[in-house]
């Protein structure tokens, strides 16, 4: 196992263990996670008591039927303005762009549309994908997760991908910027890279 790929793992081991919130307890200060009512239209999402203090986090986030309720799920998990995960970094939630002094190694949601997908050499997934902004983006993930996918979908169980080659679906995911290092499918021109942790197709 490479270097990264462990760091990849122990940071999803600990994305919960750095948060510091307690479930409906809201009074220090605004911290951007969703609001109770906001969360109720994730109820059929499942939580388990893994969060400090016996805090429900939601730990399928495969579950989620839309991108938007994947993202509200990881809102409640990692709050944009609380510092958590591994790195005890903050979660940047990227939907409208890429911020031009967004330092490398930041860890990102990112959410957009799919416009292209290419297979690599080595195995995994290249996705060309438009933010609602229309800025491009490139999202890599490794052959390790895509194989797991396809496992859990032989023994009938929830998947994050299901049709990820699919140009215009709905794109999520969650991982760690890698600058303005990748290369537009149909130019020389340079844009934003993404080393994927998580990520998810949906319909919307």
């Known amino acids: 196992m490479t270097p990264f790929r462990l760091t990849v793992l122990v940071l999803m081991a600990n994305i919960a263990a750095c948060d510091q919130l307690g479930l409906g307890h809201r009074d220090d200060g605004p911290d951007g996670a969703p609001t109770e009512q906001e969360l109720k239209k994730i109820s059929y999402m499942s939580t388990a008591e893994s969060g400090p203090n ?5 730990e399928h986030l495969e579950q989620a039927k839309r991108c938007g309720d994947y993202e509200l799920a990881l809102r409640w998990n990692r709050p ?15 939907t409208q762009g890429v911020p031009a002094d967004l330092p490398k190694e930041s ?8 416009e292209r997908t290419d297979s690599m ?9 438009t ?4 800025t491009r ?3 890599v993930e490794m052959a390790n997760f895509l194989e797991k996918q396809d496992q859990l979908a032989q023994d009938g169980k929830y998947v994050a991908l299901v049709k990820p080659n699919k140009p215009g679906r709905a794109f999520c ?4 910027y ?5 290369k537009s499918p149909d130019s020389e021109t340079k844009i934003p890279q993404f080393s994927m942790l998580f990520v998810m197709d949906r319909d919307r």
Do not use: C, M, S
């Open 54 to 58: 016996g805090r429900k986090l939601y």
């Open 80 to 94: 944009p303005n609380v510092e958590g995960g591994v790195f005890h970094k903050k979660l940047v939630y990227l």
């Open 107 to 114: 860890e990102v949601f990112l959410k957009g549309r799919i």
């Open 121 to 129: 050499t080595a195995g995994g997934f290249v996705w060309y994908v």
């Open 131 to 134: 933010l609602a902004d229309g």
């Open 137 to 139: 983006v490139q999202a």
């Open 173 to 176: 995911g969650q991982g760690v």
């Open 178 to 182: 890698q600058g303005v290092a990748g």
